[in-house]
Each structure stands twice: as C-alpha cells, then as structure tokens.
T-cell receptor, first 113, second 111 residues
Framework: DAGVTQSPTHLIKTRGQQVTLRCSPK?????VSWYQQALGQGPQFIFQ???????QRGNFPDRFSGHQFPNYSSELNVNALLLGDSALYLC????????????FGPGTRLTVT | DAKTTQPTSMDCAEGRAANLPCNHS???????VYWYRQIHSQGPQYIIH???NNETNEMASLIITEDRKSSTLILPHATLRDTAVYYC????????????FGQGTRLTINP
C-alpha cells in the first residue's frame, strides 16, 4: 500500500513565475491538506480539499490555489512567486469520516530565486 | 484549537527513556492531544494521541495529567533514529481537521 506521494521532489523557480505541485493520497483517503514549512519553522496549514472543493483555508493569499480530482489526488498552485514562498510544501491525507491520523508525504522543496 | 508550549530542545542518551513534556492549559473537553515527529527533511509522522487516559503503542507512551493541562510523551528506549523535532498538537477529534503546529521540541539522541 503506497503512502502519500508528492511530485516533484525539488523545484527551482524564478520570482514571478507560477508553480504546480502534485499529491496522491494514501489509499482509502478522501481528504487532502496542504502545508507550507519554512526553514526552521513548523508546518503552516494552507488549505484542505474534500469532494473536490476547498473546505478550510489558512492565512494564505489568493496566489495560493488548489484543486482536487475525482480520484482524490490534488494540486497546489502558486502564482506570482515571491522569494518568501521558498519552503517545503507538504501534503497530508486523511479520511474525513473517521480516524485521528493524517499521513504526510515527503514534501516538495521549492526554491524561488 | 488550544495552544501548546514545549521546550525548544532536549537531549537524551541512547537506550534511555526520553520524556518530552507539553503544556496545554487551555485544552477543551472535546480536544485530544496528538504527537507527531519530523525527522530531518521528511514529512511529519503520527506517533500517538489521547483524550484523558494514558495511551501506549509500539512507538511510544502518552501520559496525560488528570486535569489534562499537560502531557508527556515517552520514548522508552531511545535510539539514534529517534532524533527529530517532536510536535505536541491539541485539536478536536476528526481526522480531517487541520493540524496547528508550533515550534516543537528538537530531541537529540546522543550515542
């Protein structure tokens, strides 16, 4: 049983560009959450998708958007990249109805130059 | 979600028990205590959770005080692979609810 997978592993972009990160949830999970982790900080919640809709959102600007597909996989899009967007982006999956655990992927390391 | 307070860093000798404290004095009656850890450059990993009773699994034990205002995560026989940042999180019991991470405790296991 594959766990949460994310792609790509690493990414380097230039200020002003746009980026798309991808996540496949653990088998049986229907909810995907995205987190941003700056160097030396704990992960910060960006938003969560369930039934292909954004259900919760953290304190992030509209430049951050997402999508969930019918197979529960998800994308995180960031427009007009800033240097401060450089971080580890983590995807976590869970089952909305039951269960206490969220399973995290290995993350995508985004560097904005 | 209730706020948690953890020491910034701790050290422990390999083979000894590592005891990581967490204060959550504003915890509500329907909030659980969760522990996650993050090994360098990996995604956070769920360890254990509890409401008011002590809990134990294959990874760790969780001791929650009777007033639920604090808890301790115990790694009974720490190994070098337990070196990580440990996060104590308090939230309501639904798997899909967002996790609010603090700074965590950086635990270093020394040989």
């Amino acid at each position: 049983d594959a766990g949460v997978t994310q792609s790509p592993t690493h990414l380097i972009k230039t200020r002003g560009q746009q980026v798309t990160l991808r996540c496949s949830p653990k088998s049986g999970h229907d909810t995907v959450s995205w987190y941003q982790q700056a160097l030396g900080q704990g992960p910060q919640f960006i938003f969560q998708y369930y039934e292909e809709e954004e259900r919760q959102r953290g304190n992030f600007p509209d430049r951050f958007s997402g999508h969930q597909f019918p197979n529960y996989s998800s994308e995180l899009n960031v427009n007009a990249l800033l240097l401060g967007d450089s971080a580890l982006y983590l995807c976590a999956s869970s089952f909305r109805g039951l269960g206490h655990e969220q399973y995290f992927g290995p993350g995508t390391r985004l560097t904005v130059t | 979600d209730a706020k948690t307070t953890q020491p910034t860093s701790m050290d422990c000798a390999e083979g000894r028990a590592a005891n990581l404290p967490c204060n959550h004095s504003t915890i509500s009656g329907n909030e659980y205590v969760y522990w996650y850890r993050q090994i360098h450059s990996q995604g956070p990993q769920y360890i254990i959770h509890g409401l008011k009773n002590n809990e134990t699994n294959e990874m760790a034990s969780l001791i929650i005080t009777e007033d639920r205002k604090s808890s301790t995560l115990i790694l009974p026989h720490a190994t070098l692979r337990d070196t990580a940042v440990y996060y104590c999180i308090v939230r309501v019991a639904q798997g899909a609810q967002k996790l609010v991470f603090g700074q965590g405790t950086r635990l270093t296991i020394n040989p």
